[in-house]
């Protein structure tokens, strides 16, 4: 069995150009363009937020899908659940708009889409190979891979770097 893939973010290479949250919205428009998009209703939500968190410093924040999410306990509803392939989802139709989701998220990645009153998150865009976050970062700061697969990755850099007298 493959391990699950998540969203990590090198937050070393974050410019804050907000091409992740343009892409994300515009993979969750009807018309799948940038040009529709622009002017549909309900306006498309960008799922994932670039915060400032210091003078030079941003951070992409994304839903963490968390073993034990909080949302999905919380929800009165029964709106969110958890896919099989690890993904925490909301029913957009059996979400009554109550906000008790957004309340209780430790990362407050749960919008409210005010126009439709409904709560949304991160899908990892499941009709699709990669996220359109992940694909439309210029500097690569998201990736999409296993845990495993990242923690190897960082190990090697990591490697290098003190090979190169450059690290620790």
Sequence with gaps: MT???EIF???DRCMACHSCEMACAVAHSAGQSLYTAISEKPTPKPRLYVE???PDRAVPIVCRHCEDAPCMHACIAGAISRS???VVETDADKC???WTCVMVCPYGVIGRHLEEHKAYRCDRCPDRETPACVNACPTRALIYQSATGYSRSQRQTASRAMLAGNGG
Excluded: D, F, S, T
Aim: glycine fraction near 14%; proline fraction near 7%; include cysteine.
């Design 9 to 11: 973010v090198r937050l």
């Design 84 to 86: 099989p392939a690890g």
């Design 96 to 98: 009554i708009g109550c």
């Design 52 to 54: 400032w968190v210091a």
């Design 3 to 5: 391990e699950a893939k």
